[in-house]
């Protein structure tokens, strides 16, 4: 998988190098490229918004530097998504959909946010993270590259992909490792028993129970919301 970033601050997208990522992108398992739309200033003071027309307060991101930034991209098959407080939920569904593709290009807006003419000419899909207010595109973007990567080949292990598809939507039963007790608080007996049919029914017991409780909208559901 292929993800191209149009961003004001590639810097921010740091935190990709770590991690699960970060040795993903060290295998070339994914490739992020990180396109600076800052580059495509058409003016010495490397201008990038304007006021917004019709008055009202912050800055609007130019059209023309977003397109300019888009076109230096060269792949007519690639989707590219604009992470916008007005897409679609991202879900696990939509995480599943979007890694059957090869090549995404992520548009990242700031401030008041980009001129709606570029939006309309370039983007494919409008996609967000959740309900709240944010100062940019960029931490949402960095949730969907971290969701969608695990789909590649060779990201995380199949038993990890396919443990989740087993539980289907629900959340995850409690984990424990050493030391056996801890400030008196014993490991469920059943998990130290070696019977694995014991162990796999306790687990999945656990996890109705706790989605049950917790989580009551995700039970009745064919797909993870
Ligand atoms: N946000 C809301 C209503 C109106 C505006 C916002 C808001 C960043 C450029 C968009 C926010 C949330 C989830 C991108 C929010 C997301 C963004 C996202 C985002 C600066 C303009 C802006 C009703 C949702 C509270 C600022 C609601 N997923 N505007 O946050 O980019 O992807």
Known sequence: ??????????????PLNSSIIGRAKEKDLIEINLINIRDFSKDKHKKVDDTPYGGGAG???????V??????IKDENAKVIYMSPQGKKLTQK???????????????????GIDQRVIDKIVDEEISIGDYVLTGGELPAMVLIDSVSR??????TKESTNEESFTNGLLEYPQYTRPEVFEGERVPE??????????EKWRKEKSLEITAKKRPDLLNKNEVQ
């Open 94 to 112: 939509k995480v599943e959909e979007l890694a059957k593709n090869k090549h995404l290009i992520i548009l990242c807006g700031h401030y008041e």
């Open 59 to 65: 800055m609007v991101m130019m059209p023309d530097v």
């Open 1 to 14: 998988m292929k993800f191209d970033v149009l961003t004001l601050f590639p810097e921010m997208f740091e």
């Open 190 to 199: 059943v998990l130290l028993s070696g019977h694995h049919a014991n162990i």
């Open 67 to 72: 397109y300019d930034a888009y076109k230096s």
């Open 151 to 156: 789909y590649s080949e060779g990201v995380i």
